[in-house]
């Protein structure tokens, strides 16, 4: 396991739409070992493959340190199946160091997804996994937390945005 560096804003591959994994071969198996040796160095909640660099649709979380019952889970080819409800919270994302926003996002959801050994799993989340998620799968879609923000969150941040797409 080697960590890889973490794409920050500004990085045009955080706006392109990750690709479908066709195979969990060896590559994959080594992209998924290397996003949780980065993630965990990170002390990040989630990261997505397009974080670092790899365009494809895989993403980890491990909320662990604020849900002890948690653990390492990994979410290969994951479709939302279904959200309901919707819940104010804070958030914050790897590739905006120093960023944090409450954003409204669903406060439950339905996602089925391909383990790391291949099995489907379909599971129901809420509270901050759900959170997690729904954050994660955006980064898939080229979607960013940013979209989110009011006109004037967003106004408030620009300064901070344009030092971290300046760094890269
Ligand atoms: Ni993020």
């Not at 396991?1 to 706006?15: K, N, S, T």
């Not at 071969?25 to 290397?34: G, S, Y």
């Amino acid at each position: 396991m080697a960590e890889r560096p973490i794409v920050l804003y500004g990085d045009p591959v955080l706006r392109d739409k990750a690709q479908p994994v066709e195979k969990i071969d060896r590559e994959i198996k080594d992209l998924v070992a290397d996003m949780i040796a980065t993630l965990t160095k990170a002390k990040g909640l989630g990261l997505a493959a397009p974080q670092v660099g790899a365009e494809k649709r895989i993403f980890i979380i491990d909320i662990s340190a604020i849900e002890l019952t948690e653990s390492m889970r990994v979410f290969i080819n994951p479709e939302i199946l279904e959200t309901s409800g919707e819940v104010l919270m804070e958030e914050g994302c790897l590739s905006f160091p120093g960023i944090y926003q409450k954003i409204v996002r669903p406060e439950k959801v339905k996602i089925r997804a391909t383990d790391i050994d291949g099995k489907e799993f379909t599971m129901r989340a809420d509270g901050m996994l759900a959170r997690a998620i729904l954050h994660e799968y955006d980064h898939l879609e080229g979607k960013l937390f940013i979209d989110y923000f009011s006109p004037l969150s967003r106004a408030l941040v620009s300064g901070k945005l344009k030092r971290i797409a300046a760094a890269y």
